[in-house]
RNA sequence: GGGCACGUAGCUCAGUCUGGAUAGAGCGUCGGACUUCUAAUCCGACGGUCGUGGGUUCAAAUCCCAUCGUGCUCGCCA
């Protein structure tokens, strides 16, 4: 209801201000400070003292008084507090929210009819995942569920890089080297089974005899030739390599879980012919260059001084040229397209855009959600080194800590369930992979992270494990109303004829009246966090409202209110509770457990 | 050196785009609350030159300029 009050505010104060000849570019709309118990307040009078020639204060009130609520759902009153205009919403803004967040889909958005491509991870099929790399799934993946919430039809595809040097040394090391030569594999899955060649083959082409390296660099570069011709027999020994590795990197993604539509690969690009198209329309453009027998692009005129090569001298296409043929392809199957990228690519992705635009494409299709690199304490992660972190690790030793948190509650709990062992594995699974995942999710993409053990494993406040508790709270005491004989479910709002009819204004507590304030924003916060694709205050709106929700479940019994009525309204209130925080935290791609 | 990001409490972070009411959380420290719908919870105390210096403004953590520190980047790699 949030958003409708505050179009609400927007247009009577509009109406005011222009009805006495006041300018309404800025109306200064803000949400208040805690303690000031109005929902939206303006702090217009500033701006008009100097038009009206009278102090703030004075304005404010003059303002507030003009502003007619009359007409409006939601506006109820308007008032002045100094040079503030003070916007309070009716009862009707509260019981409305509670009768919307019955719905299980509360949260949820109006459908846009409006396609968007999510491009995440497309990490280099090299070996696996590793935390470093991690940012990037459970950024984009929470991206990808924020924008699908907000109403568009979303489409997750993973690029596949299968053309470039990296897999090509790859192949070469895979066909090369014999298994008796590697060590043994960290896991028994393909990606840390063909690792081992890969490593094995850098550290050859490093520290081999200069004679050996080149003739394996030979070998190196007739594979990449092979794939730049469209070389049948070269793709299907490349694509051996590639899709096992792939195939056991999916298998780390999914535990996040980060799943995806379509594994788009490079190569399609160089076969269907598209990559050579974009060539041919880039060296009839006024940007082109032929500098030192390459084909490059000035893109000065961008605010980029450097040049894009985009045909080698030998006549082949590199990363970006096929990467401009692949984002020709993407506005032509979707109205928007979002790439998440790490900031070690900012540049590549300036100079992609700039190349597009060249081309003739309506760039603002395309957004870049940009974020910092995950580092260890002592340096950076890397899967060709065998430096780093893997994301099975950290995931295994997550669910590892959190079933001991469980089963050291297990004797001490009050509630008289009984988890069995399944329970157990099961609150482990969701607790450690939601601890980690929230905590990568919760902040600021833009921000670097190192990465600490300890810290990613905090099972404390301000991390997933608190906000699922509140979950869990809700569904115990929704459980607990049904096995009363209670159906929550069948309670019915306003003027109805049963007894068991709801009357949201019994709900006069502070702390059912801060909760329920606290549900009607939900919606707005899907909207801005799609809007600027920040899903990291969806993470900040759930830490405010499990602390909204623990002061109410503090001070206000549900099953033990004092009367019927009461107790049918803040079932109401647990259930709209439970809906809104388990769409926030799927928002977050992080599960909501039942029980814990 | 050029470009881009980041710098807020001892530590980890919100707030910055869109300037506005005494700058908010958590961790840690100290002190409290379980015969109660789950204590992975709650309440209280302590803790801040918002890197620094200028500027714009009635008003700056927020905008502009400079400066310091950190990271990324500046391949016919991806």
């Given amino acids: 209801m949030f958003r409708e009050f505050r179009a609400e505010v927007e247009a009577a104060l509009a109406d005011a201000l222009a009805a006495r000849g006041l300018p309404t570019d800025d109306l200064g709309i803000e949400e208040p400070p805690e303690d000031v118990p109005a929902t939206l307040a ?4 500033f701006r008009l003292a100097g038009e009206v020639g009278a102090p703030p204060p004075e304005i404010a009130a003059e303002v507030a008084e003009a502003v007619d609520p009359e007409g409006y759902e939601y506006l109820a009153r308007v008032d002045s507090q100094g040079p503030y205009v003070n916007f309070h919403a009716g009862e009707a803004y509260l019981a409305d929210t509670l009768v919307a967040a019955q719905d299980g889909e509360y949260g949820r958005l109006p459908d846009r009819d409006t396609s968007v491509v999510v491009e ?15 940012r990037n799934p459970i950024l984009g993946d929470a991206i990808a569920r924020v924008l699908d919430f907000a109403g568009y039809g979303v489409e997750r595809h993973y690029y596949v890089n299968d053309a470039g040097r990296q897999v090509a040394v790859f192949t070469w090391a895979y066909e090369t080297f014999d298994e008796s030569d590697l060590p043994k594999p960290e896991r028994d899955r393909a990606d840390y089974d063909l690792v081992r060649y890969y490593r094995k083959g850098n550290q050859f082409l490093e520290d081999a005899d200069p004679e050996e390296v080149e003739a394996a660099e030979a070998e190196i570069e007739s594979i990449m030739r092979g794939l730049e011709a469209g070389d049948d027999e070269t793709y299907e020994r490349v694509e051996r390599v590639v899709d096992r590795v792939l195939s056991g990197m999916r298998d780390s993604l999914e535990r996040l879980p980060a799943e995806f539509d379509a594994f788009v690969k490079e190569t399609e690009f160089i076969r269907d012919g598209s990559a050579d198209d974009v060539v041919d329309r880039l060296k009839d453009t006024e940007y082109a260059v032929y500098e030192e027998d390459a084909w490059q692009l000035d893109l000065s005129a961008f605010g980029i001084e450097k040049m894009l090569v985009f045909l080698r001298s030998d006549g082949t296409t590199l990363y970006t040229t096929r990467d401009l043929a692949h984002h020709e392809w993407k506005f032509a199957n979707y109205d928007a397209a979002v790439t998440v990228l790490g900031e070690d690519h900012k540049l590549q992705a300036d100079q992609l855009k700039a190349a597009l635009e060249i081309l003739g494409n309506d760039t603002d299709q395309l957004s870049h959600a940009i974020y910092s690199y995950v580092n260890l304490p002592d340096g950076k992660m890397s899967t060709r080194r065998g430096t780093g972190v893997d994301l099975d690790d950290l995931l295994d030793e997550a669910i590892v800590r959190a079933r001991e948190e469980v089963e050291k509650r297990l004797d001490s709990r009050i509630r008289d369930d009984e988890l069995d062992e399944e329970d157990v594995e099961r609150i482990a699974r969701q607790v450690g992979i939601g601890a980690v995942r929230y905590d990568i999710v919760s902040k600021q993409p833009t921000k670097a992270i190192t990465f600490e053990w300890e810290r990613a494993l905090d099972f404390e406040a301000q991390s997933a494990p608190y906000v ?22 069948a309670i019915e709002f306003g003027g109805g004829e049963a007894a068991a009819d709801l009357d949201p204004s019994v709900l006069d507590a502070p702390e059912e009246r801060d909760l329920l304030r606290t549900i009607a924003r939900f919606p707005a916060v899907i909207e801005e966090a799609a809007e600027d694709l920040e899903p990291h205050v969806v993470a900040t709106y759930t830490r405010e409202f499990a602390e909204t929700f623990n002061a109410f479940y503090r001070e206000c019994p549900v099953l033990a209110a004092e009367d019927e009525r009461r107790r049918d309204a803040r079932l109401a209130l647990v259930n709209a509770s439970r809906a809104t925080v388990a769409n926030a935290l799927s928002v977050l791609g992080v599960e909501a457990p039942t029980s814990m």
């Fill in 120 to 134: 995440h991870t497309s990490a280099n099929p090299t070996g696996p995942v590793h935390v470093g790399r991690a």
């Fill in 42 to 45: 303006s702090s217009v009078a």
């Fill in 468 to 489: 699922q508790y509140v979950h869990a709270r809700c569904c115990g005491i929704l459980e607990e109303a049904e096995s009363r004989g209670i159906d929550v479910g």
